[in-house]
């Protein structure tokens, strides 16, 4: 079973910056689409941006400048650099990808990381 791992979130005065990683926890066949979404308290999950397998990025409009989505197919991880951070940006953040894990798997299976937690302080 195909794991996705989140790492990098944490507590930061607004204004400042995190960088947040995602990658699988064991060997995969290929990963096609990653992204990322959030979820803060009282709040539906929404987008925050995604990245293509060669590398087209789309986002939020609340992140656009802000944010930069990319990833490192070698090392099958994907990044959030998270810039001049806002309070109202505190949330949990998950990583979610289309994997296959073995090259008979005819479609990709679409998985979501356990989040982690990022807070921004006034």
């Known amino acids: 079973q195909v794991q996705l791992v989140e790492s990098g979130g944490g507590l930061v005065q607004a204004g400042g910056s995190l960088r947040l990683s995602c990658a699988p926890s064991g060997s995969v066949f290929s990963i096609n689409a990653m992204g990322w979404y959030r979820q803060a308290p009282g709040k539906q999950r929404e987008l925050v941006g995604t990245i293509t397998s060669g590398g087209a990025t789309n986002y939020a409009d609340s992140v656009k400048g802000r944010f930069t989505i990319s990833r490192d197919n070698a090392k099958n991880t994907v990044y959030l650099q998270m810039n001049s951070l806002k309070p109202e940006d505190t949330a949990v953040y998950y990583c979610?990808?289309?994997?296959?894990?073995?090259?008979?798997?005819?479609?990709?299976?679409?998985?979501w990381g356990p989040g982690t937690q990022v807070t921004v302080s006034a």
């Open positions: 979610n990808a289309d994997i296959k894990y073995a090259p008979f798997n005819r479609a990709y299976t679409n998985y």
